[in-house]
């Protein structure tokens, strides 16, 4: 069946650490991948996108990286800071019909 | 600067009640979207349509029912709200013509069914 998981596990680091965060998806093919940030509260605000011939895309402290052959998209905030601190969204296009399909989520916090 | 607009924020229904949540953008999107999103879920889509007149279904259509007659409006209707309805429903736009320009949503709608 297909799948996307993020970890659903809360993810806590200090201030100035690059934060990790994993999207995996199985019996995809898509071609491209998204990530969203979503506040408490608030709707899902978009932040990049990478294709699938894409491996790697930067935005001021933001990198994502995708994987096709490993099924992963990894997204990295380096320098992080407390107004850093959200739950973060990978979303695909499931089976080549345009619409977006999410992982459940993971949730950063940056302590001070 | 409106962007997509959801009302009401907060509804609660008691089992059996019907309801239409609202959604309106003003963006000239073609595409449309209604998502749910419970805990540990993430967010699932509930129907879409990519141009006035036209609607689908998505992965949770069930107890939904949508109509598109105009660009702006997207509306959602539930004829009879069960407690399983009970979620935050997100309403979502986007440019049709590039299938990977990314959604707009609204702040979304907190319905409790008891």
């Known amino acids: 069946s297909q799948k996307i998981e993020q970890n659903s596990e809360a993810l806590n680091i200090q201030e100035g650490k690059t934060a990790t965060l994993t999207c995996n998806y199985t019996?995809?093919?898509?071609?491209?991948l998204q990530w969203y940030r979503q506040d408490p509260g608030r709707g899902p605000v978009f932040l990049l996108l990478?294709?699938?011939?894409?491996k790697e895309k930067r935005k001021e402290r933001l990198k994502v990286t995708f994987d096709t052959t490993l099924k992963q998209s990894l997204f990295h905030i380096t320098a992080s800071q407390p107004a850093d601190s959200a739950t973060y969204l990978c979303?695909?296009?499931?089976?080549?019909?345009?619409?977006?399909?999410f992982g459940q989520g993971t949730t950063l916090q940056v302590k001070p | 600067n409106a962007g997509v607009t959801q009302t009401p924020k907060f509804q609660v229904l008691k089992t059996g009640q019907s309801m239409t949540l609202q959604c309106a953008q003003d963006m000239n999107h073609e595409y449309m979207s209604w998502y749910r999103q419970d805990p540990g879920m993430g967010l699932r889509l509930i129907h879409y349509?990519?141009?006035?007149?036209?609607?689908d279904q998505g992965e949770v259509p069930n107890g939904y029912n949508v109509s598109r007659s105009t660009t702006e409006d997207f509306p959602l209707r539930l004829l009879s709200a069960a407690p399983s309805q009970t979620s935050v429903y997100f309403c979502a736009s986007r440019k049709r013509g590039d299938r990977d320009s990314p959604l707009h949503f609204g702040n979304g709608t907190r319905l409790t069914v008891t």
């Open positions: 979303a695909l296009e499931g089976s080549n019909t345009g619409k977006l399909i």
């Open positions: 349509s990519v141009g006035a007149g036209i609607t």
């Open positions: 019996n995809y093919s898509p071609a491209y």
């Open positions: 990478i294709r699938e011939n894409e």
